[in-house]
């Protein structure tokens, strides 16, 4: 086996899990400080990760080593399998009961044609009038809401000088009383009384969960997994209605497990109502958060030599098992094992180890890189120099694209590299917990250009305090070093003059890249001084400054 054979190979290794066999799934899947037993833990759970970091993949391994031990599993893919009604989910013309109704109907009309296909294959066929009756019952699926009630009632009288009753019991309920004398006064008394309350919205499923619960009690495999992926392409009003459901419907079934795959704070779970209770469910006492691959990836250790031999051996593996995937496909032969591949693949272990820096903790943006590094590496291993330029690449052509269209979030990012990486002189900084939680910086990790490398982090200039860090992506660090507009003194002293910097990064014809100048390696040291002013930054993002 040559370096080229493995340099193709790499151009044929799928980014995206839902587009290979099931069989490739288990055969890539990498496993790692206990994921897989988190993942087969009974009670029902909530897998978050930005895109990129596995969540489909380890959803889709879980389905499948499940179903071979003998589980029923119902996978759903909220944007594949209900993708063709998302318009109307999202239709604000359309009212929310009726959005939320047709959602949950949807739903459960998948899981009701798993367990038609279980009964005509044979596990499920003495229950097939009672899975066929739940049909009858989908039209009793029904999100209501109860809004205003006013109640008047009110009396009469006149005196006049003859006497008279008069009852009136029709809707508005009347009594009349009149009396004749010689004035002629007339006396009236009228009450009105008016309750008033606001819309609350109640989920009615009829006799279909009693029909449901008896038909999994029935079924004789030992679990029933429900895994359900891109929770978060659901519109966030809809969502505590579906979580309802699960709830209500799944969750009081001892044999059932489920499973959700989500994006943080992409996520609404719970919705509560003016009379004290709520729709939805509790994370935290009926739906619990086991596992975050955001902070899995990272490979949290004692100290960064543990976490670099960590994640280093993760992507080993993950490469090489991609790799071998591919070379199976192909009727080629395979690789003996991670040494043979980091061997023909990478100039050293150094140019491995770029990579799994570049990558950020998300497996698929190292598949990306990896593959755009080989074709500028040619029939060459792959340099140092080969990942970052790869780097900057994927960063311009896939995140940078993105964030062009929301120019709010782009000027936040251009305040945070003048604040950090100028004046800091940082490529990671320290921001409050309620900060991160701001919708432009969410997005910027949803788009994975800010990276969360660690919580809980204390700032020497504000002891007692405490701080998330983050950290400004590898390839938008590298593109901005591209760039005439480079950060001035980011090496240090008496760099500030733009011809000698390009000069110092790229060599001498601004060719090749100097390997005297590296993306630099976290410096706990440097990130303790780096708290972002974000009061700040807002304000100069209002004012239009960066």
């Known amino acids: 086996m040559e370096t080229a054979d493995l340099l193709k190979a790499l151009q044929g290794v799928e980014k995206r899990t839902e587009r290979v066999s099931d069989e490739h799934v288990v055969a890539t899947y990498v496993d790692s400080g206990g994921l897989s037993e988190a993942l087969a833990n009974r009670d029902n759970g909530i897998i978050y990760g930005r895109r ?21 599993v119902v996978y759903i893919d909220i944007e594949r399998d209900l993708g063709s009604t998302e318009g109307i989910y999202s239709d604000s013309s359309i009212s929310l009961v009726q959005r939320a109704t047709r959602l949950l109907v949807d739903v459960l009309g998948i899981i009701h044609n798993r367990l038609v296909e279980e009964a005509f294959d044979g596990p499920l066929d003495a229950y097939i009038d009672d899975i066929d009756m739940m049909c009858d019952h989908f039209g009793q699926i029904i999100v209501s809401d109860q809004g205003e009630v006013e109640k008047t009632s009110g009396s009469e009288s006149l005196e006049t000088g003859a006497a008279g009753f008069e009852a009136n019991l029709g809707s508005s309920p009347r009594m009349n009383f009149t009396a004749k004398a010689d004035s002629s006064e007339k006396l009236t008394d009228s009450t009105r009384i008016k309750q008033t309350g606001v819309v609350r919205h109640r989920i009615h499923f009829g006799a279909f969960g009693s029909l449901l619960s008896k038909v999994v009690a029935a079924h004789p495999a030992p679990r029933f997994w429900l895994l359900i992926d891109e929770w978060s392409g659901l519109p966030m009003d809809l969502q505590p209605y579906l979580a309802e459901m699960l709830r209500r419907l799944f969750f009081s079934i001892p044999k059932v497990s489920v499973r959700i795959a989500a994006i943080p704070h992409r996520t609404s779970w719970r919705l509560k109502r003016e009379d004290g209770g709520y729709i939805g469910v509790e994370v935290g006492a009926e739906l619990f958060p086991i596992l975050d691959l955001d902070e899995f990836v990272v490979f949290p250790a004692r100290n960064r030599e543990e976490q670099t031999n960590r994640a280093t051996d993760f992507y080993k593996r993950l490469l090489t098992r991609h790799l071998n995937q591919v070379l199976k496909d192909q009727g080629e032969q395979q690789l003996d094992g991670h040494a043979q591949m980091v061997r023909l693949l990478f100039t050293q272990t150094t ?27 040619g029939s060459r291993p792959i340099s140092t120099d080969h990942v970052r330029r790869a780097a900057s690449q994927v960063y311009q052509t896939t995140k940078q694209a993105l964030l062009n269209a929301n120019p709010q979030a782009r000027q936040l990012l251009d305040i945070i590299i003048h604040d950090v990486i100028n004046q800091k002189k940082a490529r990671a900084f320290l921001l409050s917990p309620d900060d991160v939680s701001h919708p432009l910086v969410q997005q910027l990790v949803d788009e994975r250009i800010l990276h969360v490398i660690k919580r809980g982090y204390s700032s020497k200039s504000q002891p007692g305090a405490r701080f998330d860090v983050l950290q400004i992506d590898y390839g938008c660090y590298v593109q901005l070093l591209q760039t005439a507009n480079a950060p001035r003194n980011l090496f240090g002293e008496g760099l500030e003059d733009d011809d000698f910097f390009m000069e110092l990064f790229y060599g001498d014809e601004f060719g090749e890249m100097s390997p005297d100048v590296v993306v630099p390696e976290d410096d706990y040291r440097a990130i303790r001084r780096a708290v972002l002013d974000f009061p700040s930054a807002l304000q100069r993002l209002e004012g239009g400054q960066s």
């Open 52 to 72: 990129g970091t596995g969540k489909t993949h380890a959803l889709k391994y879980l389905e499948q080593t499940e179903a071979v031990a003998g589980a029923f």
């Open 351 to 377: 140019a491995l180890q770029e990579l799994v820096r570049a990558a950020e903790g998300v497996p698929r943006d190292a598949l990306l890189i990896a593959s755009r590094a080989a074709l500028r590496a």
